[in-house]
């Protein structure tokens, strides 16, 4: 259903004020099951029902709380859609931020605040997109599954992994699945705006290593001494070259930079390309290979007494299809006297950039950009849409957006004065709109 200008006007306008009311709501998830999203749980079923959408509030723990609404579509025999966002957001040290970060103020052309880019912006675009169906009498193309979940900043313990599990009849019916992290516009080298659309997720190992000595006082001579055995691995891995590695989807993203700029496409050396895409190259830097990096260490207890034994934690993320090359690589370079064992463990994730989503996808994003160059891209993190894929649903990161081509978009990802663009945002809401209506 074509919107009138004056409804374009009113679907920007509500996606702005949802975001910066969601923004005003600290709901903070400190993680170790510390966490709270109770009001901004209610708040979004207040503003569902506001325009006659019923939905579930689903506690899953004390203050951990889930929303979930189904929107009937026009074709019930079709397979569904589920359009999902998380409800939390990280800590803050206010102290360090230019404005109160949970102000949801609108300076400088851009709405600030925690929660403005990870992902209360989307939340909102979403919610405004079914508030206007509601409002014109739309009905989409399909059964739609509204889902906010809890506990995405955490392990998704108290969110989606826990509705998977406990709740999986929730989802029956449904096929495929959009949220965050992707959609986005990065400006590459000749001013060539493409649009990142999450198709691929690296997996996680994060690994213990345990190294065992001889206990014994400091001031000896001490060839067996579990610190420097430990110490040894860590730089081992910390300083290892990770060898470059072509995925499908990296495959089509980079050889998208070679024809637009004129560079050529080598798959097994594309670091020359990284030059082309500015601030962007944090996360795709770290997608043409496996990465480890040590995060932790555990040793001692007093400075005269060599300990028995040391420990540290790998941060380690793999690739699609190269999860036992990581693993075997730590284990190699940990060497023999290290013992090697999980703290957790998840899946990678991608899926082909065809099909009819894909293309509606593209097709929303190029309606309002005709200069736009929808481009699939590999994410060096992880969403919901893991756990979600257990239950055979294929899921990609679209949440727009038409960024400012100076702006360093990924810093601001849990970074210190995180904040979105009002032009940006209200480019998102019509091309979610748009993409909703013809899913």
Known sequence: MRLTPEQIIELENDTIDLCQQMIRIPSVNHGEGRGDEKAMAEFIAAKLAEVGIESELIETAPNRVNVVAKVSGSDTTRPGLIVHGHIDVVP???????VDPFSGEIKDGFIWGRGAVDMKNIDAMILASVRMWRKTGYLPPRNILLVFFADEEASGTYGSRWLVKNRPELFAGYSEAVSEVGGFSV????????????????GIQWLKLTAKGTAGHGSFINPDNAITKVADAVARIGNYEWPQLETKTGAVLFKKIAELTGDPYDPTNVKPLLKHLGPAVKMIGATIQNTANPTMLEAGYKANVIPQTAS?????????????????????????????EFVARDIALEVEFTGPLVKAMCDAITGEDPEGIPVPYLMSGGTDNKALSELGIIGYGFSPLKLPKELDFFALFHGVDERVPVDGLKFGARVMYEFLENV
């Not at 540290?312 to 284990?331: M, N, Q, S, Y």
């Open 187 to 202: 400006t590459i080298t000749g001013d060539h705006r493409l649009y990142l659309v999450e198709a691929a997720q690296k």
């Open 92 to 98: 803050v040290n206010a102290t360090d931020w230019s």
């Open 312 to 340: 540290a934690v790998i941060d380690g993320r793999f690739l699609p299809g190269f999860e036992a090359d990581l693993h075997e690589t730590i284990k190699r370079l940990a060497g023999d006297e290290i013992e090697v």
